[in-house]
C-alpha cells in the first residue's frame, strides 16, 4: 500500500468514525422526540432530514473510499461508481439547501415580535413538506450527470481529458463543452444558497443584537426582563449561524477548489484536488452533528434521557 493510499484511507477513516455515530446519534435524538411527542417543530424536523442526508454523506462515500484505500478496489465498478456518486452528490446538495433552509426558518423566528414576517413563518411551516419535496426533485435531478457518466476506473477511455478523476471512478463528459458547463452549474448550485445563509445570518446577529440592546432598555428601565421563550429562540438562533458558519468555510474551500479544476486543462492526471474537494465538503457533515448536539438542548437531552433509560434497564434491582 502506497503512503497515500493509507494517509487517504486515515483521513476517511477519521471522518466515518466521527460522522457516522454524530448523525447517527442526532437522528435517534429526534425519533425519540418524535416518539415521546407525536409530532416534531419544524426546526427539529429540518434538523432531522438534515442529519439523515449528512449521514448518508459520510456513510456512503466516506466509508467505501476508505475500504477502497486499504486495498478493496474491486468493490468499484461502473454500476457501484455511479450510485456512490450519484448519492453523495445527492444528498451533500440536499444538506446544503438545509442548512438554508434552516437558516432562513430561524431568521423568521428571531423576526421583533409583531412583524409581518411571523406570518411567513406559520406560511413556511405549514408547506415544510412541499419545500423538502422541492428540494429533492430540484438536486436529484441536478444529479443525473453522475448516473450517465460516472464510469469505473478500469475503463479506458480516449476522452479523459473531458473529465474528473474521483480516484476510483471517472466522470467522463462527451466534451469539453458539458464539463464546463456541469461544472459551473454545480459551483452556482453551493454558491447561491452559501450567499442566502450568509444574509440570513447576518440578519440573525442584527435581530440578536437590536433584541440585546431592548432588553437591556428594559432592564435599565425597571420594566423586567426577557422571557424565557425568547432565550430558547437565541440559542437556537446561535447554533444556527454557528452551523452556517462551519458551511461556509468548508464549502467555500470546497467550491474554490471546484473552480480550480474548471480552469485547469487536466484533471485526470491525479486525484488530490477531488480527495481535497471530497474532504472539505464530507467535514461540514462529519463535525456539525457534534455542534447539534452541544448547542441544542432538545437533542442533548433526549440523549440523556434514552441512556438514562438504558442504564436503569440494565442496572441490577437492589436488593
Known amino acids: 500500500m502506497s503512503s497515500e493510499d493509507l494517509t487517504r484511507g486515515l483521513l476517511y477513516l477519521s471522518l466515518t ?33 438534515l442529519a439523515c442526508s449528512n449521514l448518508l454523506v459520510v456513510g456512503v462515500r466516506c466509508l467505501l473510499v476508505t475500504v477502497a484505500s486499504f486495498g478493496a478496489e474491486g468493490i468499484f465498478g461502473d454500476a457501484s461508481c455511479k450510485a456512490v456518486v450519484f448519492t453523495y452528490r445527492t444528498f451533500r446538495a440536499f444538506s446544503i439547501w438545509l442548512t438554508l433552509v434552516l437558516s432562513a426558518y430561524q431568521c423568521l423566528s428571531v423576526a421583533p415580535p409583531g412583524s409581518r414576517w411571523l406570518s411567513v413563518r406559520a406560511a413556511a411551516a405549514r408547506y415544510l413538506g412541499l419545500v423538502f419535496l422541492f428540494l429533492w426533485v430540484f438536486n436529484i435531478c441536478m444529479s443525473l450527470e453522475s448516473i450517465l457518466f460516472c464510469v469505473a476506473k478500469h475503463n479506458d477511455s480516449s476522452q479523459i481529458g473531458n473529465g474528473y478523476n474521483l480516484q476510483f471512478c471517472y466522470l467522463l463528459f462527451p466534451s469539453k463543452l458539458s464539463k464546463d458547463v456541469n461544472t459551473g452549474a454545480q459551483v452556482t448550485r453551493d454558491a447561491v444558497p452559501m450567499a442566502l445563509m450568509t444574509v440570513t445570518s447576518v440578519i440573525i446577529l442584527l435581530f440578536l443584537y437590536k433584541n440585546s440592546q431592548r432588553v437591556k432598555g428594559l432592564r435599565g428601565g425597571g420594566t423586567g426582563t426577557g422571557g424565557g421563550g425568547g432565550a430558547a429562540e437565541q440559542r437556537a438562533a446561535k447554533s444556527v449561524v454557528a452551523l452556517v458558519t462551519l458551511y461556509v468555510v468548508f464549502y467555500g474551500v470546497d467550491s474554490g477548489l471546484t473552480v480550480y479544476m474548471l480552469t485547469v486543462r487536466r484533471t485526470m492526471s491525479s486525484s488530490l484536488v477531488t480527495d481535497l474537494r471530497v474532504f472539505f465538503s464530507t467535514l461540514y457533515a462529519a463535525v456539525s452533528p457534534l455542534l447539534i448536539i452541544a448547542s441544542n438542548r432538545k437533542v442533548s437531552g433526549s440523549l440523556r434521557c434514552a441512556a438514562h433509560r438504558k442504564w436503569a434497564q440494565e442496572s441490577p434491582p437492589r436488593a
Open 17 to 49: 468514525v466521527v460522522g457516522v455515530p454524530g448523525n447517527a446519534a442526532v437522528v435517534l435524538a429526534l425519533l425519540l422526540l418524535l416518539h415521546r411527542r407525536r409530532r416534531l417543530l419544524p426546526p427539529d424536523a429540518i434538523l432531522l432530514h
